[in-house]
């Protein structure tokens, strides 16, 4: 079965400092979904990732993929204490898409001021 | 454009009662998905409904839990007597269609404490 190793598993950085969070999968990855979870509150969708690769920006986060697919990264630019929480990355096993999903442990994230 | 509601938010129980949670999925979604986050552990899937159907249980232990997504009406998980390790949080996500592209988009979740 599939697994995610996320790294690291906890991060405290400066405010304004860039950071970089990375996801590896045991198998190739069909499709890559970064969610962002603060505590006591559900999963908000951020991007989702495809094609070998693929690199996509939403505000001051970048997700990449790798050309293996096996291998996604999320990066901050110019961190502010509301990118505060934890990321979690997805993944479908599937080439058919979209089942079950299966999760990295999460990163927590914190911005010291 | 309400997204995924869950209800309650937080449920509280004594052992052996019964828990049911309820999940209604985003407006124009007919796929509904069920994961458990167990303290200090990650989210897993247990569960994926379509309308009146249930096409993955994998996940679902094989006793006491049962899950439905009725014609009309939310979906329900449902624990059946109830002990200390199901505390934990059940949150329920939707998605449009099924294949790749499609993203599972996340309710709030319900806490569900055992006494």
């Known amino acids: 079965s599939q697994e995610l190793e996320q790294s690291p598993q906890s991060l405290i950085v400066q405010e304004g400092k860039n950071l970089t969070i990375n996801c590896t999968s045991s198998k190739t990855l069909y499709g890559l979904y970064w969610y962002k979870q603060k505590y006591g509150e559900g999963l908000i969708f951020l991007m989702m990732l495809q094609k070998g690769g693929e690199e996509k920006s939403h505000e001051k986060i970048t997700a990449k993929l790798d050309e293996k697919k096996q291998q996604s990264s999320l990066h901050i630019t110019a961190s502010q204490p509301s990118h505060a929480g934890i990321y979690l990355c997805?993944?479908?096993?599937?080439?058919?898409?979209?089942?079950?999903?299966?999760f990295g442990q999460g990163t927590r994230l914190t911005i010291n001021p | 454009n309400a997204g995924v509601m869950q209800n309650p938010r937080h449920l509280v129980r004594r052992r052996g009662q019964e828990a049911r949670l309820r999940c209604s999925p985003m407006k124009g979604h007919s796929h509904v998905y069920w994961y458990r986050q167990l303290p200090e552990e990650g989210l897993k899937f247990m569960v994926y409904?379509?309308?009146?159907?249930?096409?993955?249980e994998s996940g679902m232990p094989k006793e006491r839990f049962s899950a439905e997504f009725p014609k009309e009406g939310p979906s329900i998980l449902r624990i059946q007597q109830v002990v200390r390790g199901d505390s934990a949080a059940y949150f329920c996500?939707?998605?449009?269609?099924?294949?790749?592209?499609?993203?599972?988009?996340f309710g709030d979740g319900t806490r569900l404490s055992i006494l």
């Open positions: 997805g993944a479908d096993g599937q080439i058919q898409g979209a089942q079950k999903l299966v």
């Open positions: 409904l379509q309308k009146e159907n249930i096409i993955d």
């Open positions: 996500a939707s998605s449009q269609n099924q294949g790749l592209g499609q993203p599972q988009h």
